[in-house]
């Protein structure tokens, strides 16, 4: 059962003796320890962009009240995030050509400059949303750096056995900054629900307080990028001075010819459909958790607790299970069938869950949150083992390109959600049934594909 074994022609970079002698030099490897630094302010930056993406899906009720926000407006918001992605091959170019340091410069830029537009504190409302349009769009341009360069920053400063875990950190943080809003949003921004048998007076009143509490918070994430981006100005080294790995000190294919080969790669095309269809669902799916949960009697703040487990809970995992593919190798194939088999279980379950009046099965506080959490666990963990397999499959083209084609990939399915999301988004059970066909779709092509490891072999025998 499987795709057809990789071609000759696809594996000659990796098998020909006098590539390897000729590009790898192992005797002058190192690990830095300041690699830990250069992850952690790569993450924090994840973490920031990823807040700022998910802001307004976990408050949209308090926002349509402070700024006059329609259910479509929270869904445009949130598909600022993907059409960000619509220019990936600049910033893929970029770090190719340029190196980690500028295009991580460029998104941290991008990032403050957007969290500094909408922050402005104008009164005129039409004026103001523009703004705030203006600022999330250009937190989405940030995306394409920040969500496809951690395995390239892993593969440049960590060795081997701990590659899938800098991977793994690297890549979640950005999940984990999607988690904390569903936390910090509602906690912050009261929601209008409190003050709905109030006076018209008070309803005012009520409006004005949930605006001084939206902008406290958009002031306090402006203040934690323009950290980050000062401290990324003063130290952020695209590389260290020794490779820590063979695979890192290795020759690699050229931008172009990196592109003509994955498009011509049907098996990296399946594991990239593999990864796309369900991370771009539930992307889609989280942003507007507090929507979908609403007709189940959820309330704001009870969504945001859903939304925050089911990410923090994907991220936990996906570590544990990242360390665990560094401890035992080759194995990756394994690891997303269960995944994936989970994933489909338990988003079954939510999504019969949520249609009780068909189903007659019982629908109860704990079990919304057990399912719908069980759905961010097994998807949201997948991701860094996705990434490492990727690059496992199409080595020798550069870790910046591949991850970059598959997290656009990815947030095209989210940004085609949205958009239709702006047309039905009075009844959402069909965005629940969307959920469940991709990771059941997913299951099937990871079931059907044939792993390889090149890069793997090129570290544990060539370098022997």
Not at 9 to 20: C, D, N, T, V, W
Not at 211 to 223: F, G, K, P, S, W
Not at 235 to 248: D, K, Q, T
Request: glycine share 8%; charged share 10%; net charge positive.
């Amino acid at each position: 059962m499987g795709a057809r074994p990789s071609t000759e022609a696809e594996r000659e970079p990796l098998l020909a003796p006098s590539h390897a002698e000729a590009n790898i030099q192992p005797v002058n490897s190192r690990v830095y320890g300041r690699r830990w630094l250069v992850l952690t302010l790569f993450s924090l930056l994840g973490l920031m962009q990823g807040m700022v993406w998910n802001f307004w899906g976990p408050i949209q009720n308090s926002a349509v009240h402070a700024f006059g926000f329609t259910k479509s407006d929270i869904a445009v918001l949130v598909l600022w995030g993907p059409v960000g992605f619509v220019p990936w091959l600049l910033f893929m170019w970029l770090l190719d050509k340029k190196g980690l340091r500028a295009s991580l410069l460029l998104s941290a830029f991008l990032m403050l400059l957007g969290a500094a537009l909408r922050s402005i504190p104008l009164t005129e409302q039409p004026l103001r949303r523009w703004l705030i349009h203006g600022g999330q769009f250009l937190n989405g341009l940030a995306g394409p750096t920040i969500m496809s360069a951690g395995p390239y920053l892993s593969t440049t400063w960590f060795a081997p056995d701990q590659r899938a875990t800098a991977t793994a950190v690297a890549s979640l943080f950005s999940y984990l900054g999607g988690a904390a809003s569903f936390v910090v949003g509602p906690m912050v921004v009261p929601a209008p629900n409190d003050t709905q048998a109030a006076t018209t007076m008070a309803a005012a009143v009520s409006d004005s307080s949930i605006r001084d509490r939206i902008q406290l918070v958009m002031y306090a994430e402006l203040t934690a990028i323009a950290v980050l981006f000062a401290a990324v100005l003063l130290y952020f080294p695209s590389r260290p001075p020794m490779p820590p790995s063979v695979a890192a000190a290795s020759q690699r294919l050229s931008y172009r010819s990196s592109i003509c080969r994955l498009l011509s790669n049907l098996r990296f095309l399946m594991i990239a459909l593999a990864y796309a269809v369900p991370t771009g669902v539930i992307a889609g799916w989280a942003g507007v958790l507090d929507m979908v949960l609403t007709p189940a009697k959820v309330s704001q703040v009870d969504a945001g607790w859903i939304g925050f487990w089911s990410t923090v809970g994907g991220c936990v995992f996906g570590v544990a299970m990242a360390r665990f593919a560094d401890s035992i190798r080759g194995m990756l194939k394994l690891i997303l069938v269960l995944m994936l088999a989970g994933a489909s279980l338990s988003s079954t379950w939510f999504t019969l869950t949520c249609l009780s009046r068909v189903t007659h099965l019982p629908s109860t506080a704990a079990i919304l949150y057990t399912s719908c959490i069980l759905v961010g666990i097994f998807i949201n963990s997948s991701v860094p083992i996705f990434f490492e397999l990727f690059i496992e499959t199409v080595y020798p083209v550069p870790e910046g390109i591949t991850c970059g084609v598959v997290t656009f990939l990815g947030n095209l399915v989210t940004g085609l959600l949205l958009f239709f999301l702006t047309f039905y988004s009075t009844e959402l059970s069909w965005l629940n049934w969307c959920l469940t066909g991709s990771c059941l779709f997913s299951l099937v092509l990871i079931l059907f594909f044939r792993e390889s490891y090149d890069r793997l072999y090129l570290d544990v025998f060539v370098s022997v």
